[in-house]
T-cell receptor, first 110, second 116 residues
């Protein structure tokens, strides 16, 4: 069974631009969550999607948004990028008591 | 209050020895799950072990075991027979609202170094 995949793996953007990250969950997993990991703040929950609906949302500004498609694939969008958005963005897919993470997208904002 | 507390920023262990990584949690939910993840320098989060709040037995997965003390709200990870490949960051995490949410709360992590 294939694991969670994330694309792209690395991304370099400049301030003010926007970015879209993609996540394909494990087959059969309907829940997809997104996390931001930075050295200063650690792992912070962004949002969770379940069956195409946002089920939970963390404490991030509206510049961070996401969606989930009918095949459970999810995208995360960050608009008007700031230097502080530089981070590792991790996607996780869940089923019952299992949550598996993808390899992450490392975003650098210059 | 922090949901997950990991008080050991860094730990060292001799190869082939056992090591315990501490984790305490805070929740008022009766139903919750506790998880441990390993994050090597590559960045990927690797699932190690899970303990449900109603599980009476401590969880074990190969060389990993979870020392679950519900009254103390602690969920320490024990790694037996440490290997060089165990050197990584280790994160304790909790999920509340089982069945309603997959929002995980993570601790700040413990950096484990295995010494040959």
């Amino acid at each position: 069974k294939a694991g969670v995949t994330q694309t792209p793996r690395y991304l370099i953007k400049t301030r003010g631009q926007q970015v879209t990250l993609s996540c394909s969950p494990i087959s059969g997993h309907r829940s997809v969550s997104w996390y931001q990991q930075t050295p200063g703040q650690g792992l912070q929950f962004l949002f969770e999607y379940f069956s195409e609906t946002q089920r939970n949302k963390g404490n991030f500004p509206g510049r961070f948004s996401g969606r989930q498609f009918s095949n459970s694939r999810s995208e995360m969008n960050v608009s008007t990028l700031e230097l502080g958005d530089s981070a590792l963005y991790l996607c996780a897919s869940s089923l019952n008591n299992e949550q598996f993470f993808g390899p992450g997208t490392r975003l650098t904002v210059l | 209050a922090q949901k997950i507390t990991q008080t050991q920023p860094g730990m060292f262990v001799q190869e082939k020895e056992a090591v315990t990584l501490d984790c305490t949690y805070d929740t008022s939910d009766q139903s919750y799950g506790l998880f441990w993840y390993k994050q090597p320098s590559s960045g990927e989060m690797i699932f190690l072990i899970y303990q449900g709040s109603y599980d009476e037995q401590n969880a074990t997965e190969g060389r990993y075991s979870l020392n679950f003390q519900k009254a103390r709200k602690s969920a320490n990870l024990v790694i037996s027979a440490s290997q060089l490949g165990d050197s990584a960051m280790y994160f304790c995490a909790m999920r509340e609202g089982v069945g309603r949410s997959n929002q995980f709360y993570f601790g700040t992590g413990t950096s484990l170094t295995v010494i040959p």
